[in-house]
C-alpha cells in the first residue's frame, strides 16, 4: 500500500521559515519524481517546487528564491524548505509522487502564513 504522509505545517508569521516533509512508502522512492503541490480556498491546486530521481528541480515563478526542495533517498522523504513566508502562501501543502502516468498524492498538511 502506497502512502505519502507530510508533516511540519503550521501557523508561521510573514518573513518567517518553515520546513515540511513527506515521507513515503510503498514505492520505489528514489525513481519517482517528487513535488509539492498546494492548494489555497477558491484556487485550483498548483505545483509548487518538484525534484526528479536525478535530482534536478524546478520551482513556481512565485517562490523562486524562497522555497526549495531536496530529497533523502536513504529515509525516502521529501522535503519543502519555505523561507521568506508571505499570506499569500497559505494554503494546504500536497505531496506528489510520480512515474510516468503512476500518480500518488499524500492528505496535505496546512500551513498559514498570519500575524
Known amino acids: 500500500q502506497v502512502q505519502l504522509v507530510e508533516s511540519g505545517g503550521g501557523l508561521v508569521q510573514p518573513g518567517g521559515s518553515l520546513r515540511l516533509s513527506c515521507a513515503a512508502s510503498g514505492i520505489i522512492f528514489s525513481i519517482y519524481t517528487m513535488g509539492w503541490y498546494r492548494q489555497a480556498p477558491g484556487k485550483q491546486r498548483e505545483l509548487v517546487v518538484s525534484i526528479s530521481s536525478g535530482g534536478g528541480t524546478k520551482a513556481a515563478d512565485s517562490v523562486k528564491g524562497r522555497f526549495a526542495i531536496s530529497r533523502d533517498n536513504a529515509k525516502n522523504t521529501v522535503y519543502l524548505q519555505a523561507n521568506s513566508l508571505k499570506p499569500e502562501d497559505t494554503a494546504v501543502y500536497y505531496c506528489?509522487?510520480?512515474?510516468?502516468?503512476?500518480?500518488?498524492w499524500g492528505q496535505g498538511t496546512q500551513l498559514t502564513v498570519s500575524s
Open positions: 506528489n509522487a510520480e512515474y510516468g502516468v503512476t500518480s500518488y
